[in-house]
Each structure stands twice: as C-alpha cells, then as structure tokens.
C-alpha cells in the first residue's frame, strides 16, 4: 500500500527537524554588532585620526585653498577672497624669482644632506669604537642640536661678519684678505650652507650611530678572520647594511633643508638680492617679510615645496619595497 506524505510530513521535511529554523541561505551573512575589541580599536586610533585631520588635513587643504584664491589681507579677514584658479601658480613660475630660488633650493638642499651625512657617517664609525671619552664627546657634538636655532644663526651671523667676525680673523692671520660671506653674492648662499651643515651633523650622527649598533660584531669579527681590513669592512659590510638607516636618514634630512627658514633669515634674510633665496624663504618673504602679506603666492609656493618632498617620499618607499621583495 503506498503512504500518501501527509502535510505534517512534508513540512518536517521541509525544515528538517521539528522546531528548527530554516538554514541560513548560503552567501548571506549575518550582520553582528561590533565587540568590545573592535570598539578598543576604534577608542586607540580616535585621537590619531583627530590629529591627523587637524594638523595635516586641514592645514593642507587651507594651504590649497589659499592658493586658488586671491587673499589680500582685506580678503583674509572678511573671508571674501575671489577664486583665481591656477593664477597664482602661473605667477609664482613665471617670476624672475622662481629660477633663482629653485637653484638655490637645490644647491642649498644637495650639498647640506650630502655633508651632513658623510660627515655623521664618519663621525658614527668613529666612536663606534668604545674608548674613554666616548660618551663626553658624542654629548659634545650634540649641542648644536640642542640650541635653538634662532641662537645658533645668530651665532654663525657674527662669526662670518666681514669686519670682526672670528673667521676673517683666522683667515687674516694666514694671509687671507677680507671677505664679504653674508653682504657678496658670490658667498651668501656658501655661507647659510656651511651653518646649516653645521646645525644638522649632529642628527645624522645619532640615527646612523644607532643604526650601527644593530650590525653584529660577529660579522666584523669574522671579516677579521678573513683578512678584511677596515676601509674593506666598511664598503663591504658597514655601509650595506646600514641602507635602510641611510635612506631614512637621508630623506628626513631632505624634508629638514628643504623648508629651512630661520637660519638662511637670520643671517642673509635670503640676499644679497635673490643669492641665497630658497623656495622656503620666498614663501615666507611674500607672506610676511615684506610688510605688505600676498598669502596666495606663498601658499602657492609653498605647496610646489610639499610636491617636492611628496615626490622623494614615494620613491623611498618605492625603494623600500624592492628591498623587501629581494
């Protein structure tokens, strides 16, 4: 005899046990409130993600707003300045200024961090060897680093000064004749770089001498073994494996010189005419050492200065992601 399913039969069937809820379609996931972890992650980078909106963020994009628009200081204050588009840029490009202050820029810059760091590195492989007065002097060389920078261009300002700063006096003594470092063209912007190396010796120091300090001995020692000696050493282990060190160091330096202001201001105010003029100090010159401010160009200038470091960040990080894919 054959059993006709019966409507109860079919339903339990249909849902598989009696009293159970039907099965979740497949591909439809449940939405689940957020866990007390995910909430402690969110609480972390809260004040991050504040920072970086009101000290990165919105600064950037009022320094591009500045820039498309022509802000005197009327338009400034009533907050009615017309929109000029890339005026401003064409102006800034177009300046007898800007090839000047783009060559300066780079001498400026190249020549500090090249310095800067050769000097630092050799400074870090010396005292990488412990020796009694070590520690005193590495202190010793980090006081320029300590001083405000207002002080140590000051300082630098007087020592260069034609008449009776201490290194014509030095230079007179081996025959030397005067010269004009701050007030001639030909030496204004010579001597602002010497300053700024100078000022940034010390940094270079401290980072590559920590870095060293991650490379075993054992290397060097076995390198010994082998009948290596120092300047082999240095090529053949020292500097490979301080890459990753030198390139972060050499890119902070970059951002460091390019928007130095305070100490090419304080000693040459960017003169004689335009000798010493950066692209930091022309941004700053049209804002405010002129006493008439033209905020649109040096935001304009400004900007092309962070285009710049933009640029030499992705390439270090394009750098970076070779190293680690080999």
Do not use: C
């Amino acid at each position: 005899m054959t059993t006709i399913p019966t409507a109860v039969g079919t339903s339990r069937d249909r849902r598989g046990v009696a009293g159970t809820v039907p099965a979740t379609p497949a591909g439809r996931r449940r939405r689940h409130a957020p866990g007390p972890s995910r909430w402690a992650a969110v609480g972390f980078a809260a004040p991050l993600l504040v920072y970086l909106a009101l000290f990165y963020a919105y600064p950037l994009w009022r320094n591009i707003d500045l820039s498309v628009h022509d802000y005197t200081i009327r338009a400034f204050v009533q907050g009615n300045a017309e929109f000029v588009g890339l005026e401003k840029y064409a102006e800034v490009f177009g300046s007898s200024t800007f090839p000047a202050a783009l060559w300066n820029t780079a001498v400026f810059t190249i020549v500090s961090i090249v310095l800067q760091y050769s000097i630092g590195l050799a400074l870090a492989v010396f005292f990488r060897s412990s020796f009694r007065l070590s520690a005193v002097l590495r202190g010793m060389f980090l006081v320029p680093w300590l001083l405000p920078l207002i002080v140590s261009a000051s300082t630098w300002a007087w020592m260069l000064n034609s008449d009776n700063g201490i290194v014509n006096s030095v230079l007179a003594a081996f025959g030397v004749g005067q010269i004009n470092w701050l007030t001639s063209p030909d030496t204004a912007l010579l001597a602002v770089t010497i300053a700024n190396i100078w000022l940034g010796i010390p940094f270079n120091l401290v980072i590559l001498y920590s870095g060293l300090q991650n490379i075993p001995g054992d290397v060097y020692e076995a390198a010994s073994l082998d009948g290596a000696g120092a300047w082999k050493q240095f090529w053949s282990i020292t500097f490979p494996l301080l890459r990753p060190v030198s390139a972060i160091t050499l890119l902070l330096g970059l951002i460091y010189t390019l928007k130095v202001v305070d100490v090419i201001w304080v000693m040459t105010t960017g003169g004689p005419g335009t000798s010493s003029t950066t692209l930091a100090i022309w941004s700053y010159r049209e804002a405010f050492g002129t006493g008439q401010p033209d905020f649109s160009p040096a935001a304009a200038v400004g900007n092309v200065l962070i285009l710049i470091a933009l640029v030499f960040g992705f390439l270090y990080l394009q750098l970076q992601r070779r190293q680690e894919e080999s």
